[in-house]
């Protein structure tokens, strides 16, 4: 339509927005008292949090529908405002959740929510990130905070527990989700730095080569001897490091 061309204004030739739905509601959780929102309100609101790595969740932007008692069943807490979702690095403070200190966090969790947890699949996820041009950070972020929660949730932590390894507890020092993004950076940055597997790439293109022209030795193996050591000495495939570097594999060492 010729009122939505701003092609002299934005680099997209139209405006470009959000398109968001009202939801009616009673008042915003900053003016009631947290302890009369129902644990399965709260656990559901945090466990989102947890797996976006919501930097800015206030109770401001936590609307409570049927806050009065409108026959709902009970107030329902309706999660608004995610610019602060999706971080390129999994920095979060502890100010950053307001429902951090809310007593239904110790609660445990029920079959249903840890049935969910469980059946979340991060590769999926990572699919649906990449289909919609999310950076690759802001994709690996989400994985890692989700394979932390379900690990947590698995091992029997509550999620205040969870969000206490994942959430700095002092501005000035990491958590423990940072450090372990930080040392599975390194282990990665490590192996492609390694010349031992520079060469294993190297050896398995030239393979890779004679397969494709089809100068295979009629009686030969096409692998050339392994280089920097023999069989018994070799490196193992390239990608069963990258499976073992990954931050998923670093993850799973909890």
Same mark, same amino acid.
């Given at each position: 339509?010729?009122? +939505?061309?701003?092609? #002299?204004?934005?680099?997209?030739?139209?405006?470009? #927005?959000?398109?968001?739905? +009202?939801?009616?509601?009673?008042?915003?959780?900053?003016?009631?008292?947290?302890?009369?929102?129902?644990?399965?309100?709260?656990?559901?609101? !945090?466990?989102?949090?947890?797996?976006?790595?919501?930097?800015?969740?206030?109770?401001?932007?936590?609307?409570?529908?049927?806050?009065?008692? #409108?026959?709902?069943?009970?107030?329902?807490?309706?999660?608004?405002?995610?610019?602060?979702?999706?971080?390129?690095?999994?920095?979060?403070?502890?100010?950053? +959740?307001?429902?951090?200190?809310?007593?239904?966090?110790?609660?445990?969790?029920? *079959?249903?929510?840890?049935?969910?947890?469980?059946?979340?699949?991060?590769?999926?996820?990572?699919?649906?990130? !990449?289909?919609?041009?999310?950076?690759?950070?802001?994709?690996?972020?989400?994985?890692? !905070?989700?394979?932390? @929660?379900?690990?947590?949730?698995?091992?029997?932590?509550?999620?205040?527990?969870?969000?206490?390894?994942?959430?700095?507890?002092?501005?000035?020092?990491?958590?423990?989700?940072?450090? @372990?993004?930080?040392?599975?950076?390194?282990?990665?940055?490590?192996?492609?730095?390694? *010349?031992?597997?520079?060469?294993?790439?190297?050896?398995?293109?030239?393979?890779?080569?004679?397969?494709?022209?089809?100068?295979?030795?009629?009686?030969?193996?096409?692998?050339?001897?392994?280089?920097?050591?023999?069989?018994? #000495?070799?490196? *193992?495939?390239?990608?069963?490091?990258?499976?073992?570097?990954?931050?998923?594999?670093?993850?799973?060492?909890?």
């Amino acid at each position: 339509h010729p009122q +939505w061309d701003f092609s #002299g204004l934005s680099s997209y030739g139209a405006k470009v #927005g959000s398109l968001q739905q +009202w939801v009616a509601h009673a008042d915003v959780a900053s003016n009631f008292g947290a302890s009369t929102f129902p644990v399965a309100e709260v656990h559901k609101l !945090a466990a989102l949090d947890l797996r976006l790595l919501n930097t800015d969740r206030n109770d401001a932007n936590v609307l409570v529908v049927d806050g009065g008692g #409108g026959g709902g069943g009970g107030p329902k807490l309706v999660p608004i405002d995610h610019g602060g979702c999706l971080p390129l690095r999994p920095q979060v403070a502890w100010f950053g +959740w307001c429902w951090l200190e809310w007593p239904q966090l110790s609660s445990p969790l029920s *079959p249903e929510l840890k049935a969910y947890v469980a059946s979340l699949d991060v590769d999926a996820e990572a699919r649906l990130f !990449a289909r919609h041009a999310l950076p690759a950070a802001a994709a690996r972020v989400s994985r890692c !905070a989700t394979r932390l @929660l379900q690990l947590g949730v698995a091992a029997g932590l509550n999620l205040r527990e969870v969000a206490r390894l994942m959430c700095r507890e002092d501005e000035e020092r990491e958590s423990e989700l940072e450090k @372990l993004w930080e040392h599975a950076t390194r282990l990665a940055l490590s192996m492609q730095r390694n *010349p031992r597997l520079a060469a294993e790439r190297r050896e398995r293109s030239s393979n890779n080569a004679e397969r494709n022209s089809g100068d295979a030795e009629p009686n030969g193996d096409l692998r050339s001897p392994p280089r920097g050591g023999g069989a018994a #000495g070799g490196v *193992p495939p390239v990608a069963g490091l990258k499976r073992c570097f990954s931050e998923s594999a670093a993850l799973s060492t909890l």
